[in-house]
């Protein structure tokens, strides 16, 4: 499950601070609605971050049932064990989407959001989500299609260099068009796929749109061409248009809620 930041102690309590934001909590609200954890059902969260739908999942599934959040980063774990201490039927552990281990047949739902678009091997992190759940059981992942993005700016031609250059931290861009196949060859049915849009004109500088530009600006010099001027003359110029109240961002997010038969 390797992806192409590091989640240090620093950049992981940042982004646990971006999940409290609006955009965030919406969207989380709406997995959740998805997923609809049921009393004493068995959940796994593939790349559980910093814990917080797995703890929305064990309150759903009570204690009667389970939660397995799984996740690479040591950092995101401790924020994850943290935030579901009061939650004994949950788990936190060190674990990766192509090899989950243990015996097949064992969860009733699993979810995965943002996360597979970061795994190189995807199909077999599929499989193994088929192998684990149970007959009957739900699988529901949310993928962005980063070339949905619509972002403004007056110099387009460096717009497009620098959304060029972030595709490089992933290993699956355009996910959406092509899970649906995926999840279908490894014998999943596709019950519903649902859109999800991230939406910011505002002038608020502590949504969604300001952890991307500190995160692009940050990864894109020496990838595609970008240099480190050109870099910060974008950043610059982003905030001077949230300034001036000429800001616009979306985002197509979809969610893919399937079973296994």
């Known amino acids: 499950m390797s992806t192409g930041l590091a989640f240090d102690p620093d950049m992981s309590r940042g982004l646990e601070l971006q999940y409290t934001r609006p955009a965030m909590v919406h969207r989380r609200a709406r997995a959740l609605e998805l997923c609809d954890p049921k009393l004493g059902e068995d959940a796994l969260d593939i790349g559980s971050g910093p814990g917080f739908l797995t703890a929305d999942l064990a309150a759903g599934v009570g204690e009667p049932g389970s939660?397995?959040?799984i996740d690479q980063s040591d950092a995101m774990i401790?924020?994850?064990?943290n935030r579901c201490a009061d939650w004994p039927q949950a788990r936190i552990e060190k674990g990766d989407a192509v090899d989950l281990g243990g015996e097949q047949d064992r969860f009733d739902l699993v979810v995965s959001t943002q996360v597979l678009e970061y795994v190189a091997d995807i199909d077999q992190a599929i499989s193994e989500i088929a192998r684990v759940l149970r007959p009957g059981g739900r699988a529901v992942v949310l993928a962005t299609d980063w070339r949905s993005?619509?972002?403004y700016s007056s110099d387009e031609t460096r717009m497009d260099r620098m959304l060029s250059a972030w595709e490089e931290h992933l290993a699956?861009?355009?996910l959406p068009r092509t899970?649906?196949?995926r999840l279908a060859n490894a014998g999943l049915v596709t019950k519903q796929v649902a859109r999800y849009s991230i939406l910011e004109g505002s002038k608020d500088q502590t949504g969604y749109s300001a952890m991307m530009l500190g995160a692009i600006s940050a990864f894109a010099p020496g990838r595609r061409?970008?240099?480190e001027d050109?870099?910060?003359a974008w950043h610059e110029e982003q905030l001077a248009l949230r300034a001036s109240d000429e800001f616009h961002l979306s985002i197509g997010q979809y969610f893919f809620c399937a079973e296994l038969p």
């Open 67 to 69: 939660v397995l959040g």
């Open 172 to 174: 699956h861009p355009t």
């Open 149 to 151: 993005v619509a972002w």
């Open 225 to 227: 061409g970008v240099t």
């Open 78 to 81: 401790q924020l994850a064990q």
């Open 230 to 232: 050109e870099a910060l």
């Open 179 to 181: 899970l649906g196949k």
